[in-house]
């Protein structure tokens, strides 16, 4: 059983604010990064909210992050755009991006905007959560430091490079797909290594290519593989999906792509050279109503979610789970009851709160 | 040892336009038919080829297949649109789709086009092609009929509803990802079937959700499953993206979805009710020069590839594979020495030429 601390989204949300404010961000980024941390706690992605706190703080430090960046427009043409963050944390270019974003798919029917000279952005699915609210179908891709082997390589070439796609339903309840392009992500690698547990195989090989269960394998030299596992598996469409997002994030934006994309830890080298700017990301924004009525997409949708979901489940008292609903669960739990922070990164809140002096 | 009898492609293509036309199809329309149709031979998928010809003309004679559509523009705003295609095969109308996404491309930077009331459109590839052979980047989703069963569940659901992306080189050696969200395509399926072999676990299930490595087990009520096979190796991601496939090419564009979508097989019966018009695609084409400039694109694609391909193998006499170079060895080995075509699906064709009095 693993100990945890609970508190309250308002007392994360106030302190995680005051937290960004005194490392110089100003009132508007502090809100957006905020928001779009704590998204990942409230959805029980734990690995990607608060427990990053200090890993960003270290970014601010060592000036990998610029808490007061000057985004700019690099190219734009009607439908789409190309965003230089300014070494930005991901949490608010990302934002940014969206943002104008729908305001392209507003006009046009679809916005497209890539992000390059970034910082990790946190969970895939934020970054959508506003054009969601607003009736938008949303698409977010990031790349990542390479921890993920080719199809048939033993070299980190690849991060676990996420997709989300995101298609908002009038009722709420919002299909929302969002995976790591790897097998596993890195969280349950982690949880697994709290736990003492042996992972699956399938998940990473040692760095002989050889294959693994150690949970701790990455420390030791190893890799993760791609979604499919194995070559009987279709290994090399996990391979594929992680090169379109890096693709997109990396070659098409301008930032740094494959081994080049800089390291989250603030304390790992970087890549001895660069092919572009930080680390990027792609998004894409759909207004549904340029394609159908609102009423007709709604209704196809709703049509679509209540057909998955009545099913025949594998197990009589499991019904399927649509994409989205673990998540959207745990978010109103969460939000109602408290989140559960892992007692040791409620420790490391209590040492930010207090070199910072902000209550918590 | 598989049977084949050799032909060469002018000699297929040349059969295959006299073919439409006989069936009521323009010149233009049978150009478009043809090159779509051929190119699934040339990359060497064999089973969305000339094999599938005698499948598309059933369906044209029951008028399922209306050979002679008056395809049209039901929504558009300036990005996107939403064509109706009348029942034309998607061998047609995805080259209407994707013409129209390439004009929408030029002016806005990307173009997405929805069709429904489509029929299968070959392979998700070939619609990209004269879209990368202008420079553009493609993306194309259809769904298919539903064979393939939810993560959790053990209904038939889904297509193999495949995702093509495609990055263009300015060498011709394009990043093409093209993969079937199931674990295996069907066409891997029908190749086990013939040459008598099980194949590998994780692939299909039997109707009761029970675990299978029949090759045959779909015309006894079996089931596909998605890619990632099993809950610990990640099959809610391969569900997950199929959902993606489905919601764009069914729920977006105003086609059928799920398990509503009508089979290929003319003598299979029609889902007693319907959601949608027909089956239905998506596509986006994306012009790299919106978001950078061509040769800063063309540097960084060279460059990830070139790292990629030199990226430290599993096995040291196997370089690590970049997605679509298999099918472009075949494209260019089958243009030069000719298409080893099945001795069944030969003699198919010849009895195709005897019917249409076509000579081949």
């Given at each position: 059983m693993?100990?945890?601390?609970l508190f309250?989204?308002?007392q994360?949300e106030?302190?995680?604010?005051?937290?960004?404010l005194?490392?110089g961000?100003?009132?508007?980024h502090?809100?957006?990064?905020?928001?779009n941390l704590l998204?990942?706690?409230l959805?029980?992605?734990?690995?990607?909210?608060v427990?990053r706190?200090?890993?960003?703080?270290?970014?601010?430090?060592?000036?990998?992050?610029?808490?007061n960046p000057n985004?700019?427009?690099e190219?734009?043409a009607?439908?789409?755009?190309?965003l230089?963050?300014?070494?930005?944390?991901?949490?608010?270019?990302?934002?940014?991006?969206?943002?104008?974003?729908?305001e392209?798919?507003?006009?046009c029917?679809?916005g497209?905007v890539?992000?390059?000279h970034?910082?990790?952005?946190?969970?895939?699915?934020?970054?959508?959560?506003?054009?969601?609210?607003?009736g938008?179908?949303?698409i977010?891709?990031?790349?990542?430091?390479?921890f993920?082997?080719?199809a048939?390589?033993?070299?980190?070439?690849?991060?676990t490079?996420?997709?989300?796609?995101?298609?908002p339903s009038p009722?709420?309840?919002?299909?929302v797909?969002?995976?790591?392009?790897?097998?596993?992500a890195?969280?349950k690698l982690?949880?697994?290594?709290r736990?003492?547990?042996?992972?699956?195989?399938?998940?990473?090989?040692?760095?002989?290519?050889?294959p693994s269960?150690?949970?701790s394998?990455?420390?030791?030299?190893?890799m993760?593989i791609?979604?499919?596992?194995f070559?009987?598996?279709?290994?090399?469409?996990?391979f594929?999906l992680?090169?379109?997002?890096?693709?997109f994030?990396?070659v098409?934006?301008?930032?740094?792509?494959?081994?080049w994309v800089?390291?989250?830890?603030?304390?790992?080298?970087?890549?001895?050279?660069?092919?572009?700017?930080?680390i990027?990301h792609?998004?894409?924004i759909?207004?549904?109503?340029a394609?159908?009525?609102?009423?007709?997409y709604?209704?196809?949708?709703?049509t679509?979610?209540?057909?998955?979901?009545?099913s025949?489940?594998?197990?009589?008292?499991?019904?399927?789970?649509?994409?989205?609903?673990?998540e959207?669960a745990?978010?109103?739990?969460?939000?109602?009851h408290?989140?559960?922070?892992n007692?040791?990164v409620?420790?490391?809140?209590k040492?930010?709160s207090e070199?910072?002096?902000?209550?918590?």
């Amino acid at each position: 059983m693993m100990s945890t601390v609970l508190f309250s989204y308002s007392q994360l949300e106030s302190f995680v604010h005051q937290v960004w404010l005194k490392n110089g961000f100003s009132e508007e980024h502090a809100a957006m990064a905020t928001l779009n941390l704590l998204e990942a706690d409230l959805r029980g992605i734990d690995s990607h909210g608060v427990a990053r706190l200090q890993g960003y703080l270290n970014l601010i430090q060592v000036g990998r992050i610029n808490p007061n960046p000057n985004m700019t427009i690099e190219a734009e043409a009607m439908a789409t755009a190309t965003l230089d963050a300014d070494a930005a944390v991901g949490l608010v270019s990302g934002t940014w991006a969206t943002d104008l974003a729908i305001e392209k798919a507003k006009k046009c029917g679809i916005g497209m905007v890539v992000v390059n000279h970034s910082n990790h952005f946190g969970i895939a699915y934020t970054h959508l959560k506003k054009a969601l609210s607003e009736g938008f179908i949303g698409i977010s891709f990031t790349n990542a430091s390479a921890f993920v082997a080719p199809a048939g390589g033993k070299e980190r070439m690849l991060g676990t490079n996420p997709m989300c796609y995101a298609f908002p339903s009038p009722d709420g309840r919002h299909v929302v797909v969002d995976l790591a392009t790897s097998a596993a992500a890195n969280g349950k690698l982690e949880i697994a290594e709290r736990t003492g547990k042996a992972i699956p195989k399938g998940w990473v090989m040692d760095e002989n290519g050889e294959p693994s269960t150690d949970p701790s394998i990455l420390k030791k030299g190893g890799m993760m593989i791609p979604l499919g596992s194995f070559e009987e598996l279709g290994v090399h469409k996990g391979f594929g999906l992680s090169a379109v997002v890096d693709l997109f994030s990396g070659v098409l934006s301008g930032a740094n792509f494959g081994p080049w994309v800089p390291p989250f830890p603030a304390f790992a080298p970087l890549p001895s050279e660069t092919v572009g700017k930080g680390i990027g990301h792609c998004f894409w924004i759909i207004n549904p109503e340029a394609f159908r009525t609102r009423s007709s997409y709604d209704q196809a949708l709703l049509t679509w979610i209540h057909r998955f979901k009545n099913s025949i489940p594998l197990n009589d008292e499991i019904p399927v789970v649509i994409p989205g609903e673990p998540e959207m669960a745990f978010y109103h739990h969460r939000m109602e009851h408290g989140l559960p922070i892992n007692a040791k990164v409620a420790e490391e809140l209590k040492k930010i709160s207090e070199k910072f002096e902000i209550s918590l």
